[in-house]
């Protein structure tokens, strides 16, 4: 059982690119979550997504950002017009469901470069 | 809001000893805590789940303890090995998956 699936591993995107991170959850998990690690700092919730729903998105920039998790497919973390504060580690995680008691299941993570 | 700090920022021992690294958080009403392992330029491995209603967890040498009424959880390391060098973060879930962070503790684990 695989686990938790993301790519690109690192990413270079001149100001003003866009973006795209992919996540495949594990193997029967419908619960997926994308965190942010700025340098030197811990882990920041963005959003919570269920296949085709936004559960939780209080933790996702205003502006620029947007995620999905299509019937099928993986979920997609989009940046549009990145700039160089966008530079950071996203992790997606996933879980069976979106129970309190449940692990949830982190990816390898997504290093973005803005230059 | 919840908020999440972990004391120390960063820990140097020597290899044997035992050490404990603290995580507090503000909110005592949560649903569980996690312990998570982060090696330089990787992704998360999770250590140790407490549910709410537990008092501790143990996998080998690790010992996690939990007192939601004091806001704090504990994570003893025995006997620590080089191997253990990394950064340990503590993540408290008061919804459905929805996590809060500390900043993490940086140990580094002396031959």
């Known amino acids: 059982n695989a686990g938790v699936m993301q790519n690109p591993r690192h990413l270079v995107r001149r100001r003003g690119q866009e973006a795209r991170l992919r996540c495949s959850p594990m193997?029967?998990?419908?619960?997926v979550y994308w965190y942010r690690q700025l340098p030197e700092e811990g882990l920041k919730f963005m959003v919570y997504l269920q296949k085709e729903n936004i559960i939780d998105e209080s933790g996702m920039p205003k502006e620029r950002f947007s995620a999905e998790f299509p019937k099928e497919g993986p979920s997609i973390l989009r940046i549009q017009q990145v700039v160089r504060g966008d530079s950071a580690a996203y992790f997606c995680?996933?879980?069976?469901?979106?129970?309190?008691?449940?692990?949830?299941?982190f990816g390898e993570g997504s290093w973005l470069t803005v230059v | 809001k919840q908020e999440v700090t972990q004391i120390p920022a960063a820990l140097s021992v020597p290899e044997g000893e035992n050490l404990v690294l603290n995580c507090s958080f503000t909110d005592s009403a949560i649903y569980n805590l996690q312990w998570f392992r982060q090696d330089p330029g990787k992704g998360l491995t999770s250590l140790l789940l407490i549910q709410s209603s537990q008092r501790e967890q143990t996998s080998g040498r690790l010992n996690a303890s939990l007192d939601k009424s004091s806001g704090r959880s504990t994570l003893y390391i025995a006997a620590s090995q080089p191997g253990d060098s990394a950064t340990y973060l503590c993540?408290?879930?008061?919804?459905?998956?929805?996590?809060?962070f500390g900043d993490g503790t940086t140990l580094t684990v002396k031959p």
């Open positions: 995680a996933s879980s069976p469901n979106g129970g309190s008691g449940n692990t949830i299941y």
């Open positions: 193997k029967g998990h419908s619960h």
């Open positions: 993540a408290v879930n008061t919804n459905a998956g929805k996590s809060t």
